[in-house]
């Protein structure tokens, strides 16, 4: 969870986290898994490495972008099984270039919403 807690990285998780963007070593530590996304689709102009980032704080917005691939829309799976589609709606997003989509932006926030909750 890129932009909250400047101190955490991946390779030693024990370090602290901001409360409200946890990043989960364990499923058991899920609270809400059914507004919690696992994977999603992400757009091929965006693959850069093996992860998808999600700026949390007051950083870029949408680092990497979920796929535009069908008709601007994107699958989203859940930790707890369950599976949605969500469209691109702002045209920032669906005009995107590597870079960033810079805040405020429609599809940071529904992406927000679902993410390290």
């Keep these: 969870n890129y932009g909250v807690a400047p101190s955490w990285v991946i390779t030693d998780p024990s370090k602290p986290q901001a409360p409200g963007a946890r990043v989960y070593v ?3 530590q899920i609270t809400r898994p059914v507004e919690t996304w696992l994977v999603l689709d992400e757009d091929p102009k965006s693959i850069n ?3 998808f980032l999600v700026d949390m ?4 917005g949408l680092v990497d972008l979920p796929s535009r691939l069908h008709g ?3 699958g989203i ?3 707890d099984g369950h599976a949605e589609i969500y469209k691109l709606r702002d045209k920032d997003s669906i005009n995107w270039v590597e870079g960033g ?3 405020p932006n429609l599809d940071w926030n529904s992406l927000t919403n679902v ?3």
Excluded: A, I
């Design 57 to 60: 704080g007051t950083g870029l």
């Design 77 to 79: 799976n859940f930790t």
């Design 115 to 117: 993410t390290s909750r």
């Design 101 to 103: 989509v810079h805040k």
């Design 26 to 28: 364990k499923d058991s």
């Design 72 to 74: 601007n829309g994107y």
């Design 49 to 51: 490495d093996g992860m």
